[in-house]
């Protein structure tokens, strides 16, 4: 089944699918699921809620058919779903899809690296906020230190992942002190660091615009320290722009969602555990896919819906908030992923 290429309102295809997998986390980083929040009598989804891996696999073809090339699994913590390697290995077999990149905090890893590798993993990318142990465990809400994710790191530059990346959400006054540091500690490393701006993902982590440490600042502070030339995207639509040390050293990115938006050519789509297709990371609502799943809607039917959908995309929440306009309703992001 192959479908023509849809195009949004705004000319932008349909390439990049991520797909939450579970809500719920480990770990309870402040500007994701803050402690205060997500607190012991939260009510996470109960697991009828959330999609198997045979219907997750099941979209997965058709939004393959429909020009999807590359996967991201994320969650909430998508390590925490059991079994996980089954459902890459079962994605792997998707005809089309080209990429299969994993987002995760890193501590169960270890673990679980040769057999994510195994399935058919190809990329992993894992968070980290700081190399201060205080300051890591503040921001994650459990007082985890950063020995674990260093662990992690390792772990998937052994098993052969190619490249791994680290994220790094960057505010103001908590852990910007470090950027230098951050850079330093994995330049030359093959690791590529990506510097991102402090969202306002969902309304429940605080966000202020005094918190963000614009993308300019953040390239001129480590280009103060190592000479720098930007680099070209490795795909349209790339997330990060990427930014290479003229000395050879490798390369970083960062990803300026507030201060430089990129709605423009933004070609993602997210899917929650809850079987939802989300058109913008910053959307209030998704579209139910789950019921048209498991009401025995047909592969055929499924495509025309999904089609439609994404040609009626026009969103461009970022460029909104540029514009003091943003809507103040949004999903958070743990429910539908990073």
Not at 28 to 57: H, K
């Amino acid at each position: 089944m192959q479908a023509d290429p849809p195009l949004d309102t705004r000319g932008r295809h349909l390439r990049d699918l991520r797909i939450s997998v579970t809500d719920r986390c480990n770990l309870r980083c402040s500007y994701c699921m803050p402690a205060e929040v997500f607190g012991p009598n939260y009510r996470f989804l109960p697991r009828s809620d959330i999609l198997s891996y045979e219907e997750l696999t099941r979209l997965a073809r058709v939004f393959a058919a429909l020009g999807v090339k590359k996967l991201r699994i994320t969650g909430g913590e998508p390590l925490l779903r059991r079994d996980l390697p089954q459902l890459i290995a079962q994605l792997r077999t998707v005809a089309g899809i080209e990429d299969i990149a994993l987002t995760t905090n890193g501590l169960l890893l270890p673990a679980m690296a040769r057999d994510l590798k195994a399935a058919g993993l190809d990329r992993v990318t894992i968070s980290l906020d700081s190399l201060n142990d205080a300051t890591f465990g503040r921001m994650n809400g459990k007082g985890v230190g950063v020995a674990p994710i260093l662990k992690a790191v390792e772990s998937a530059l052994q098993t052969g992942f190619t490249p791994v990346k680290i994220n790094m959400v960057v505010q103001r006054g908590v852990n910007d002190h470090e950027i230098e540091e951050m850079a330093k500690r994995w330049r030359g490393t093959g690791v590529v660091v990506r510097f991102i701006e402090y969202m306002d993902v969902g309304t429940t982590n605080g966000w202020r615009m005094n918190d963000v440490v614009p993308a300019r600042e953040i390239v001129a502070r480590i280009g103060a320290r190592w000479p720098v030339e930007s680099a070209d995207p490795n795909y349209p639509g790339e997330v990060a722009s990427r930014w290479r040390y003229a000395d050879g050293q490798g390369e970083f990115g960062v990803i300026s969602s507030v201060t430089n938006t990129f709605c423009g050519d933004c070609t993602r789509a997210r899917l929650s555990a809850r079987g939802e297709l989300f058109t913008c990371l910053f959307a209030a609502t998704g579209h139910d896919l789950r019921a048209l799943v498991r009401n025995g809607q047909s592969d055929q039917a499924l495509t025309v819906t999904i089609a439609a959908l994404w040609q009626a995309r026009d969103d461009r929440y970022s460029e909104l908030r540029a514009a003091n306009a943003a809507p103040t309703a949004k999903a958070e992001m743990s429910y539908l992923g990073g």
